[in-house]
């Protein structure tokens, strides 16, 4: 098995649980084998510094190039020269997320409209592979 | 004690000085000057009271009745989601609350078969969709209404009468109210893309829909 993403200083992770869940941060430090010590910067994405374990962030496919323990100034001039934000707007995972968010939020009349979309769709599909027979 | 008032044994609150100065009879005039007087207070008979009064009674802490207090969620024009009863499933519209606390809704009637009816508010989930019910008069309609049309009848004849039939005139006022009151909500349902099949069609749960997980 081949790992692509890795645990590293200037890592931007999403945090998944706890009081800054859906958040970005960077990694700036290692602790040990468990936990990181992360920043936002909190200016840009409302991270405060912490220590967080991994078992809480998933791993993004950006990197910062920042050093150890980068000051939030550094941190916030790389956050904004690699353009995270859009940049992670733009991924896979973040669509996903804003997609499951969009159902999740949907009015019983949103859901019937979402029924007889599903059913038109089918339709078409079963149209378009009974004319290939 | 008086102005002052002893905190422990012998420990008493204010001090010499303190009493002194609270003491109006002790205000002193400065060298050379005349001792200040201290006005009286002049007594003043306000309203004329009565001597015997009479015994006035208090005001009554019962609560008059009011009706339930109607859910926040559900608004006047409100497609709500009928839970229990004939038209269970049925999607209908809220018209208005009726002093008894129940919720006045029709169907419309031609859309899901339910007439003007009345609701509790506890059998009902409130979406967020609303109609338009600016043009729909629901002034005749109270709880009156709804009570039932009795033609006393005695004897076993007049028992197994009642039971078969319906009052044609009742039947026919029903119908022309259910029109009266149908055709502008269904102008206003048809201003909206497929709201009037929503309204036709009941509402379900599918496999893995939790509808304490769900938005409505």
Redesign the interface.
Known sequence: MVFNKFVEVGRVVLINYGPEKGKLATVINIVDGNRVLVDGPYTETGVRRQVINLKRVTLTDITLNVGLQSTEKKLKAAFKAEDVASKFAESALAKKLALQKKR??????D???VM?AKKEKAKAIKKKLAQLK | MGRNEMLAPGVPKYGRSKMMKMRKANQYAKKGGEKKKVEEKKVTYGKYVEADPVKVPLPSTKRSSRPTKLKKTIKPGSVLIVLSGRFMGKRVVFLKQLPSGLLLVTGPYKLNGCPIRRINQAYVIATSTTVDISGVNTDKIDDAYFARVKEAKEGEEGFFDNQEKINPEWLEKRKADQKAIDEPLLAAVSKVSLLAEYLQAPFTLSKGQAPHMMKF
Not at chain 1, 104 to 109: I, Q, R
């Open positions: 999740a939020s949907m009015t019983d009349f859901r019937f409209k007889l």
